[in-house]
């Protein structure tokens, strides 16, 4: 009987253990599945969306070069922006070409009123688009583009700019600052002063002239309209010829 319990405790034994390794393989295999479905997510969720279609040739142009009077103040290649240091590696700005061209008409319309279009950012990889995205709070989602849908500047056809003084040399007040996140930046904010709202209405009318229109939640952000013609880019202003 005593021999009989001794082989049974045994093959309890052995049976609890075959059970234990199997549970132990089976739950490791179920990690690392997790871990490999969250990597494969994690590095699609770092790539632009895939867009199907018929596209125009990307054909982007470096502003200062098509009209060097366009004044430059691109902040984003300094530490004087949303994300606290630089994102990109060059202070230039790009646009389709089509873009360019009606932005140096709106420029030659300002200098006969004393003033010319101050350029903050053009075309913007789709890279930096995510990580605007991602360090900017629930609340002020409004303020940056979704990188799953990318950005129009992604595509080349997005300005951001605003006025400068050609005899004092000094940047326009407007109601709000450039990339201020409150309701200050809205194009039809009835605060600030009278001269600082009829300045941000002039840029506006002159660009939407030309064949812009602005953002419903940022008086300096202007989106070309043929915008859906150009897919989104990636590409580093070291790479565009």
């Known amino acids: 009987m005593e021999q009989a319990n001794k082989q049974n405790f045994r093959a309890y ?4 253990l075959s059970f234990s390794v199997h549970y132990k393989k089976k739950k490791s295999f179920f990690w690392i599945l997790i871990i490999f479905c969250f990597t494969l997510f994690n590095s699609c969720a770092t790539k632009p969306p895939n867009e199907t279609g018929n596209f125009r040739e990307s054909d982007l142009v470096e502003l200062i070069k098509i009209d060097s009077t366009l004044k430059l103040d691109i902040r984003y ?3 004087k922006n949303l994300v606290g240091r630089p994102v990109y590696k060059e202070a230039r700005a790009f646009l389709q070409r089509p873009a360019a061209e009606a932005l140096v008409k709106v420029n030659n319309e300002f200098k006969q009123m004393g003033y010319r279009l101050l350029i903050f950012d053009g075309y913007r990889p789709w890279t930096v688009t995510k990580l605007f995205w991602d360090i900017t709070p629930k609340e002020s989602k409004k303020f940056v583009a979704n990188p799953k849908d990318g950005s129009r500047h992604n595509r080349g056809c997005a300005v951001d700019l605003s006025l400068y003084d050609t005899a004092s040399g000094k940047e326009v007040q407007m109601p709000g600052e450039y990339d201020e996140q409150t309701e200050r930046s809205y194009p039809y904010y009835k605060g600030g002063t009278e001269e600082q709202r009829k300045m941000r209405d002039l840029l506006r ?4 002239a030309n064949g812009f229109t602005v953002y419903e939640y940022e ?4 989106d070309y309209k043929d915008w859906r013609s150009y897919r989104i880019q990636n590409i580093q202003f070291s790479e565009i010829k």
């Open 205 to 208: 009318s002159k660009m939407e």
């Open 77 to 79: 290649a300094t530490s």
């Open 13 to 16: 034994n052995k049976n609890t």
């Open 219 to 222: 008086w300096w952000h202007f």
